[in-house]
C-alpha cells in the first residue's frame, strides 16, 4: 500500500464505522490540554465546559434572555496581504464558541480552562478589531 499517509488510513476506518488501530496506538485521540470531547443534543463540543456552556446559552435562548445563539462564529482578524519580498501570507481568522444578542449587542463567547499565548494574541486582535462587539472569555 504505498502511497497511504495516516489520515487516509484513518479516514477509511471512518468510512468503515470502526476504531482506527493507527489511533488508538499512536494515543493521538487525547486533546492538547487534557479536554473531553462531549455530545450534548447531537452536537460534539471540544470539551465538557464548552458543552456546559451551550446548555446554559440553551436556557437563556428559550427563557428570551438571549437572542440569535449560533456556534463557532468566524471573525476576520487581518487580511491577507503580500509583503514586500512579495511572500504571500494568509488571512488570519478567529472561530469564537458562541455569539448571540442580548440587550442588542453582539455578544462573544470564548470557554477557556488554559489561555494560551496564541488566544492572548487573538483576543487583542479581536478586541482591536470588533470594539462594539463584548467578549466575554468563561472559565
Known sequence: ????????????????????????????????????????????????????????????????KIFGLTRQPRFLLQEKFTDGSGRNHRAIYYQADFMFQRDLKDVVIEVKGYETEAWKLKEKLFRSRYPNTTLEVWK
Open 1 to 64: 500500500m504505498t502511497g497511504w499517509t495516516t489520515a487516509l488510513v484513518a479516514g477509511q476506518y471512518r468510512k468503515l464505522g470502526s476504531k482506527n488501530p493507527l489511533q488508538a496506538a499512536c494515543g493521538t485521540g487525547r486533546q492538547k490540554y487534557g479536554a473531553q470531547k462531549t455530545t450534548v443534543d447531537g452536537i460534539v463540543f471540544a470539551s465538557k465546559a464548552e458543552a456546559r456552556a451551550y446548555q446554559t446559552l440553551r436556557v437563556l435562548e428559550v427563557a428570551g
